[in-house]
């Protein structure tokens, strides 16, 4: 049982290249997120799928698209990276009923140069 | 206006001792969860507490205790027995339910960093 599993752990991109951040949960959780932390500041929300088919925009959707491939897999895509997503990306899963904490992925450290 | 405010950016203690973590919230909605998370220098987030809005007890979970006064809308942390390995930084979280749907949507504080001396 690994819980939420987030590839890669560390990328480096020029400004411009597009990229995608696998996240991966065995949980059979429906809902699954994604957040970027910021230095000193707490995570903030992407996007999130509800259930295997729904996706909607959360805080900071700007430059990003998701796609929830089925109940276990849901990706962040960045089509033309800028400086400014440099960022280290969570991917969260939870289910919509019984325990009502949300599990993290270890996280993807993202810098765009 | 910030939904979650976390007012102490730093905080030390004394290994043993307990420590109290503020975390006030603002919301408008009956219905409400709030969580405490730690986050190791590792980087993993992990889920410590969690507190319904409608409890009526506080939740206990081994050293960490969550204050929760409703009244006052503030949801503290207080950790007993302090550990070196305590040594971290700590976010408050708000879930609303709106109307009985969130989909678990967290809304975080910018977070508290502990250190614990020996």
């Known amino acids: 049982n690994a819980g939420v599993t987030q590839t890669p752990k560390f990328q480096v991109l020029k400004t411009g290249q597009s990229m995608t951040l696998q996240c991966a949960q065995d949980?059979?959780?429906?809902?699954m997120y994604w957040y970027r932390q910021d230095p000193g500041m707490g995570l903030r929300l992407i996007y999130y799928?509800?259930?295997?088919?729904?996706?909607d925009k959360g805080e900071v959707p700007n430059g990003y698209n998701v796609s929830r491939l089925n109940k276990r897999e849901f990706s962040l895509r960045l089509e033309s990276a800028a400086p400014s997503q440099t960022s280290v990306y969570f991917c969260?899963?939870?289910?919509?009923?019984?325990?009502?904490?949300?599990?993290f992925g270890p996280g993807t450290r993202l810098t765009v140069l | 206006a910030q939904k979650i405010t976390q007012t102490q950016p730093g905080m030390f203690v004394q290994e043993k001792e307990a420590v109290t973590l503020d975390c006030t919230y603002d919301?408008?909605?009956?219905?409400?969860?709030l969580f405490w998370y730690k986050q190791p220098s590792s980087g993993e987030m992990i889920f410590l507490i969690y507190q319904g809005s409608y409890d009526q007890q506080n939740a206990t979970e081994g050293r960490y205790s969550l204050n929760f006064q409703k009244a006052r809308k503030s949801a503290n942390l207080v950790i007993s027995a302090s550990q070196l390995g305590d040594s971290a930084m700590y976010f408050c979280?708000?879930?609303?339910?709106?109307?009985?749907?969130?989909?678990?949507?967290?809304?975080f504080g910018q977070g508290t960093i502990l250190t614990v001396h020996p």
């Open positions: 949980m059979n959780h429906n809902s």
């Open positions: 919301t408008s909605d009956p219905s409400y969860g």
């Open positions: 969260a899963s939870s289910s919509l009923t019984g325990a009502p904490g949300q599990y």
């Open positions: 979280a708000m879930r609303e339910y709106a109307g009985g749907t969130s989909y678990g949507k967290l809304t």
């Open positions: 799928s509800a259930s295997e088919g729904t996706t």
